[in-house]
């Protein structure tokens, strides 16, 4: 399929979100890769290149690279993850405290930072959702 006159096509599209999360892919992979040769300026640097071509790819696209079936795509996604996000919280925080307090398993600081990120994610969440509700 070919792009006739200035109408937006799915292939131009695609090519568009291809640069888009191309470039942050390649950006990420290099970032890790030189970081582990020991380059971690060049592997920051290598990082934003990407992220600056993702931001101008989604900018200055000529076609609207995500519709209202992306959209519904993410909030499926985001209610999956809030769902795992919850029970994940409620049972790791409720389990971490009642094996401490029974003196069987002290949970190690990696769990505790991993189970405080996930309250300041649902943190993050509420304050966003409250914002957005205040719009309407």
């Known amino acids: 399929m070919t792009a006739t006159g200035s109408a937006p096509t799915v292939s131009s599209r695609q090519r568009y979100r291809r640069l888009l999360f191309g470039s942050i892919g390649v950006g990420v992979i290099a970032n890790v890769a030189l970081r582990i040769a020991s380059y971690p ?9 990407g992220i ?3 931001l101008a ?3 200055f ?15 499926r ?12 919280l409620v049972l790791g925080a409720s389990g971490s405290r009642t094996l401490a307090a029974l003196g069987v398993y002290e949970g190690s ?3 505790a930072g ?7 994610m649902a943190v993050v969440f509420a304050l966003a959702l409250a914002w957005t509700a205040r719009g309407r």
């Not at 996604?77 to 994940?88: D, E, G, H, R, W």
């Not at 991993?114 to 300041?120: N, Q």
């Open 41 to 49: 300026i060049a592997a920051e640097a290598v990082y934003w290149l």
């Open 52 to 54: 600056v071509v993702a």
């Open 57 to 59: 790819a989604w900018r």
């Open 61 to 75: 696209s000529p076609v609207t690279l995500f519709d209202e079936r992306d959209d519904a795509l993410e909030r």
């Open 77 to 88: 996604a985001s209610q999956i993850t809030l769902v795992v996000m919850a029970v994940v």
């Open 109 to 111: 600081p990696f769990v």
């Open 114 to 120: 991993a189970l405080y990120g996930y309250v300041a």
